[in-house]
């Protein structure tokens, strides 16, 4: 008996939204998965997205590199055993535009909110939404354990064990 190889079906992008409880817990299982078995492999493509961050943001090579980026991520999930048909659902942003903070793959009870910590400080350059817009560290979630670059990031200090987001709407404040 040899090793056998698991075939899988087509890559079927779906949106977070429309996956079921099963299909979200799956994809979910898979980051954590990959990134606790292959940590070193995990921070490679988190620092690869920061060192290219003015190169794959705000420029007509945004889509392309993403696209790039994406499928050598999935490839990367895919090697992980257990998740060889893992496939990384998109958000679709248009069913949650204006309500970004509160959007399903944002929220305290999946990826996690961003009501940590302020990234930055007026003496620091502002996150490429600009310095009005105050960078958080997520802090709930399961990405509330995970980590941004291990290098600086637009002028501001890297922070081990924060995950760094920016929402265009601040997320909604907690009833004094």
């Given at each position: ?73 999935e490839n990367a999930l895919r ?58 560290c997520v802090n709930d979630g ?35």
């Amino acid at each position: 008996g040899g090793e056998q190889t698991r075939v899988c079906p087509p890559r079927v992008r779906k949106a977070y939204s429309d996956l079921n409880c099963a299909e979200r817990e799956h994809f979910v299982n898979a980051l954590a998965a990959f990134r606790e078995e292959r940590g070193e492999e995990w921070h490679s493509f988190v620092d690869t997205h920061f060192a290219q961050f003015t190169y794959a943001h705000g420029t007509s090579s945004f889509l392309h590199w993403h696209r790039w980026f994406l499928v050598n991520f999935e490839n990367a999930l895919r090697a992980t055993p257990g998740y060889e048909c893992v496939s990384i659902p998109y958000w679709h942003w248009d069913r949650e535009a204006g309500r970004e903070a509160e959007a399903l793959p944002l929220r305290a009870d999946t990826f996690g909110s961003a009501n940590g910590p302020a990234w930055f400080n007026e003496s620091e350059p502002g996150f490429p939404m600009g310095p009005g817009v105050p960078a958080r560290c997520v802090n709930d979630g399961v990405a509330a354990e995970w980590t941004t670059a291990t290098t600086p990031f637009f002028g501001a200090t890297a922070r081990p064990g924060c995950l760094l987001r920016q929402n265009a709407v601040p997320p909604p404040q907690a009833p004094a």
